[in-house]
């Protein structure tokens, strides 16, 4: 049974920094791209940041240069460093496969921003 489980969220002020964390259960995410997804209140889910299983990684315009993803296969956990947050930043963050996630997905973290 594949599970992700998503941690690591709060409230930070803009400037400030967050890191969530993901843990994935499932052979088919050790092998996968993995990616950070992102809801604000009343818009779709984005993918905000994707790594390989190598180490390659992409992200979305909207955070690049902020925002590092990251992942320990031997763990099968993928990371999300969060910095010079902005209240658009705003949302649940989910990880998954990327860039089509699986139909099942975790409970999110929410990550607050204030300005």
């Known amino acids: 049974q594949a599970h992700l489980v998503e941690s690591g969220g709060g409230l930070a002020q803009a400037g400030g920094s967050l890191r969530v964390s993901c843990a994935a259960s499932g052979a088919i995410f050790a092998f996968s791209t993995m990616g950070w997804y992102r809801q604000a209140p009343g818009k779709q889910r984005e993918l905000v940041a994707s790594v390989t299983r190598g180490g390659s990684t992409n992200y979305a315009d909207s955070v690049k240069g902020r925002f590092t993803i990251s992942r320990d296969n031997a763990k099968n956990t993928v990371h999300l460093q969060m910095n010079s947050l902005k209240p658009e930043d705003t949302g649940l963050y989910f990880c998954?496969?990327?860039?089509?996630?699986?139909?099942?997905w975790g409970q999110g973290t929410q990550v607050t921003v204030s300005s």
């Open positions: 998954n496969l990327a860039p089509r996630p699986a139909d099942y």
